[in-house]
Every structure is written in structure tokens, then in C-alpha cells.
Nanobody, 121 residues
């Protein structure tokens, strides 16, 4: 009964902003680190951003640095992606992922089903 449900996607003009949310349930959210990935048509799935369990540490792929901000609310079991100064190349399905170390060789991971972001004028 693990659930990760993305929302907030839609159509936005270049230069605009959008905030994505990923609401989760069925696992201990506060001990998982969270990531956002995206996949554009005909392309490989790309890692976008990550946030540590406490929310204190964040990392981003170079193409979104300075424009996107990942954050989380552990009381709400929700991770967010604030996207500013959007470009057409940001168009993709955006997925959230929850990850926890399981052993020295494998992690436990859960994926959402994605939300579509279209940046177009």
C-alpha cells in the first residue's frame, strides 16, 4: 500500500513557474531520501534533484541549478519541486522517488507514476 502521488504538472509558458508536489503514504517518509526525476519523449530518464531525510541537504543536476528548488515537509509526508524560469527543454514527465539503504549492495526504492510538465508558448 505504498503510494507516491505527484501533482502540480500542467502547461506553462517559458519563463514561468510551477510547483510540483509528491504526496506519500504507506512507509516511514522521514527516513527516506527523496529524488525528482524526469523523462522527456525519446530520452532516458534523468535525475533532477535530491533532498536528504531531514531536508538539510539538497543536490541538483547542472541544467536546473539556480532555477529549481527541492524541499520536503516530513509532517505532511510530502516532497516538493519549485520550478522557476522554466524552459522548453524542461518539458517532461516528472517522477518522485523515495530511497532507503537496504544493504551494502542494494537500496529500497519506491516510485510515483509521474506528472506531465509542458513548457510552451
Amino acid at each position: 500500500q505504498v503510494k507516491l502521488v505527484e501533482s502540480g504538472g500542467g502547461l506553462v509558458q517559458p519563463g514561468g513557474s510551477l510547483r510540483l508536489s509528491c504526496a506519500t503514504s504507506g512507509f516511514t517518509f522521514s527516513i527516506f531520501h527523496m529524488d525528482w526525476y524526469r523523462q522527456a519523449p525519446g530520452q532516458e530518464r534523468e535525475w533532477v534533484a535530491a533532498v536528504s531525510p531531514s531536508g538539510a541537504l539538497t543536490n541538483y543536476t547542472d541544467s536546473v541549478k539556480g532555477r529549481f528548488t527541492i524541499s520536503r515537509d516530513n509532517r505532511a509526508n510530502t516532497v516538493y519541486l519549485q520550478m522557476n524560469s522554466l524552459k522548453s527543454e524542461d518539458t517532461a514527465v516528472y517522477f518522485c522517488k523515495a530511497t532507503r539503504r537496504w544493504s551494502s549492495y542494494v537500496d529500497m526504492a519506491y516510485w510515483g507514476k509521474g506528472t506531465l510538465v509542458t513548457v510552451s508558448s
